[in-house]
Every structure is written in C-alpha cells, then in structure tokens.
C-alpha cells in the first residue's frame, strides 16, 4: 500500500480525503488538518491472507454483579456519573477553557482521597506550586492527593503502573503527548493516540481515568469530541461566562442514564454544589412580568423549574431579528408558525427575544407551550399568574401533547410553592394543592390565557 495522506477534523474527528475549508461532518471551519501518514508497514499481509486468533465467544446470561461504584461525596458528581465512579472506567470530562474543569477535578479528588480512594492528579497545564496554591484557596490542601506534572505519557504511564492509584486525573488531554506519534501536542493524532493510551491502561490495570479536554474554536488544536467514542462516560461542564452557575451534564454514559446534569455555583471559594436547582434558577423573580413563564423541565432523573424570558418589540429592520439563548431556534421558529397559522397571531416586522434565565439549555419539546406562552405574553403584555407553571409539547396542528413524568412535573411545582399548571389535556397525573387547567389545543390555551383567539 502507498503512503497516504490524510486529513482530520479537528473539531469532530471525521477523516476526510483532501484539504477542505469546511467540515463536512460537523460544519466547522477551518478544522480540517493534516495527519501523520498511514502506512501498512513492510511485510504486514492483508487481515485475509493470515489468520488470526479464534476469539472466545460467550453468551448474554451473566452471573456479575453491577459494577460496584466508588462515591466522591459530591452529590451532584455522583449523580451525573451514574451513582458513582466506576472502577476501570474511563471518563471525559470536556468544556471551554477557564469554565472551571480544573477546579472541579481538584476538589473531586480532593474528596476521593479523603474517602480512602487513592488519587493521582496530573496536570501537564499549571505547575505543581500553583495547583498546590489553588488547593490552599479551596482548603483542599490537607487532602491525600498525589500530584505530578508531566506531559510525557510514557513518564505518565510508568508512574500510574508502579503507583496503581484507584483513579487518575489527567489535565488535559491537549497539553499530553505520546513518543510514538510525530506530531506536536493538540494535534489531532496525538490526542487520539493519548487518549487510546490511557483508556487501555484504565483497563488493563483498574484505574479508573479522568480526562479534561478543551473545547477548541481553533483548528490546529483537536477538541474533545475527537476522542468521546473511546470513552465510557462523556462529561461537558458548561455555563454562561458573566454567570456563576455551571452545569456538568452526562452526554454519554455506558454505566448510567444519559442526559443527567449535576449543577455547581463558582463561588469565591471554588464550586459548590446545588441541591435545589429550581430554587436558584427561579431565585430572581419578583413581580409577575409580561414576557415571563415559568416551565417545569425534567433534565436526566430530576424536574427543575426554569424560567422563559420572551421580549417582542417592533422591528426596526427589514428582516426581524429572532435571538434565542438556551433553547433551539429551529424550534422557535416552528412555534412563532404554529402561532401565525393555528391561532391567526403574526410576529411579522416584531423582533423576538427569547432566553432561558440562569445559563441553562433546555432541550425537551415539553418546553413548547412555555415557550408560546412567554411570546404571547411578551406581545400582549399581559403577564401570566406569577404561580403557575406551564407545559406540553405543541404539533404542527396546533393541538397541545402531553409530555412524559407529568407527576414529577408538577410535584416540583407544588414543593416550591406555586399554585396552578397550565398543561396539554390528556397529561395524566395530579398534584394536592395545584390549579390544574388543561387544554386540548392552543387556540383554547390563547383563549384562556389571554382571553382573545
Ligand atoms: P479553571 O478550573 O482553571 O478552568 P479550566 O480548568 O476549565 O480552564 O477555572 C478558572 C476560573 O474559575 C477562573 O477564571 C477563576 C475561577 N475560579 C473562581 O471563581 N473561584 C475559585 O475558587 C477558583 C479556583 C477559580
Ligand atoms: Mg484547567
């Protein structure tokens, strides 16, 4: 076989033949890089022409238990991972640089040590005196934790394998390199190659791996995203910059639910957790605002309350804006045509706002009817009861479906002290304490929320 060239995205990790400017894959730009040429190597034969090793099959029955967990006694972190860390288990834990994965990992192994789980922290990004000095800030300093720069993964490896620690943490996956690839650190092979290196070593020798990754906007250096279909579990902590919230959500998780947020506040003194995410997200509101809807989310396993904020204002412009953060634009703009089409109520020549209060992204259709509300009550201006809680999902028709854990819903709404749901008809389940008005479509939801048609 010839020499071959390659190129990689850097932002997905998709190969591609030739040089382009943009990812096909992902649409990135200017991503594409390229790699290490492969080679088949003298004397190597085609996979057909030797044969292999039978491989020892196995049927599905199995007499194991669970993979037994290892608690970091930060509720939240526990949550996200599943129940747990997971010995042997490799986990990714990705976000924007300076959005507090350092200082996450620092007081999680500040906490796994000191519950008798021996931890190695590797930073090949700070020096020791000054994660030392971070630990000191966040009166970590007395926890049993063993820390080491180095970037060379060979020195890295050889010290995990006489150490054995019970866990690793590697920060970051971007600033490792691997004498076996020819390329510089924060490529898109080296990563890779990294990455591989100590997934097989968590494997073979027990220790569990955690992994920090950037999130790069540049393409020379490869992002996170390169290396998430090695790992078991994929961690992303995000947040808004200007806010003190942070949410580390399971993107991926061989060992427990997906979808699953953990939610911290950066605080002076490092991230501390919050129990009760409702209770913070919904912590500014005051008077009842047009504009304003509170919707009873499910994210992973918990409900959490958040607020939509929806601002309507005449257009100064030939095209009208439509500025949406924390929630989809495709979606918005299918609601602002189900609005226009089903309920005779334009937003032509009006701009449209909307916003998820506290940094959160909610993903669920379920936030639909929330969203309508809070742009029907931005263009009306009349506000919604400042008690109620609103969801349910809306189809193109019009008509209003009930969405999953309705129950769980609307528990959460009674627990912090709101009196009335507005939900599609049909939803199943009650809640002592609650108005609940259900409506069949959204025309009926117009009629009654805002009493026109
Ligand atoms: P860091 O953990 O270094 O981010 P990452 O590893 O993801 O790049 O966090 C950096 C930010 O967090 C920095 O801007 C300062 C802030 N911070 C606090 O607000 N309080 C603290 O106690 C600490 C340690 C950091
Ligand atoms: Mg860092």
């Avoid at 939240?76 to 350092?102: H, N, Y």
């Avoid at 690793?168 to 990294?194: E, F, H, K, L």
Wanted: aromatic share 4%; hydrophobic share 45%.
């Amino acid at each position: 076989m010839a020499k071959m060239t390659s190129f990689s995205c850097s932002a997905c990790g998709a190969t591609h033949s030739k040089w382009s400017g943009r990812c096909e894959a992902c649409g990135a730009w200017n991503t594409i890089v390229e790699e290490a040429p492969l080679s088949a190597g003298p004397g190597k034969k085609a996979l057909g022409a030797k044969r292999g090793q039978a491989m020892v099959l196995s049927d599905l029955s199995t007499d194991e238990a669970p993979p037994p967990r290892v608690s970091a006694g930060m509720v939240e972190l526990d949550r996200v991972l599943g129940g747990g860390l997971v010995p042997a288990s490799a986990t990714l834990v990705g976000g924007d640089p300076g959005i507090g994965k350092s200082t996450l990992l620092l007081q999680a192994a500040a906490r796994f040590a000191k519950a008798g789980t021996s931890t190695l922290y590797v930073s090949g990004e700070e020096a020791s005196a000054q994660v030392r000095m971070r630990a000191q800030r966040l009166g970590l300093a007395d926890a049993p934790v063993k820390l080491a720069t180095e970037t060379n993964l060979r020195n890295i490896l050889t010290t995990l394998d006489e150490e054995r620690p019970d866990l690793a943490i590697i920060d970051s996956i971007q600033t490792m390199w691997s004498d076996t690839v020819d390329s510089a650190p924060g490529s898109v092979s080296q990563v890779r190659a990294a990455a591989h290196e100590l997934v097989t070593f968590a494997k073979r020798r027990g220790t569990a791996v955690m992994i920090v990754g950037h999130v790069t906007k540049e393409g020379q250096i490869a992002g996170p995203r390169v290396v998430e279909h090695m790992v078991d579990t994929v961690l992303y902590f995000e947040g808004e910059r200007g806010h003190q919230f942070r949410i580390l959500r399971a993107v991926k998780n061989r060992f427990g639910p997906s979808d699953e947020i953990g939610v911290f506040e950066m605080t002076g003194a490092g991230l501390a957790e919050v129990t009760n995410p409702s209770a913070l997200f919904l912590s500014d509101r005051d008077a009842p605002a047009p504009g304003s809807v509170v919707f009873s989310g499910i994210e992973g396993t918990r409900p959490v309350l958040v607020e939509f904020q929806a601002l309507v204002a005449p257009t100064p412009h030939s095209q009208p804006r439509r500025t949406v953060v924390g929630w989809d634009s495709g979606r918005l703009a299918m609601i602002l045509a189900v609005l226009e089409a089903r309920c005779g109520i334009p937003f032509t020549g009006l701009d449209v706002y909307l916003n998820v209060a506290g940094g959160l992204r909610v993903s669920e259709p379920a936030a639909d009817l929330a969203v309508a509300s809070a742009l029907l009550s931005a263009r009306e201006d009349v506000a919604l009861p400042k008690q109620m809680v609103v969801f349910g999902e809306i189809s193109l028709s019009g008509a209003l479906r009930p969405v999953g854990q309705t129950e769980n819903r609307l528990k959460e709404a009674q627990k912090l002290g709101f009196n009335a749901a507005a939900l599609p008809a049909g939803s199943k389940g009650a809640a002592s304490g609650l108005e609940i008005r259900k409506m069949a479509d959204l025309t009926a939801f117009v009629g009654e929320m805002f009493g026109a048609g």
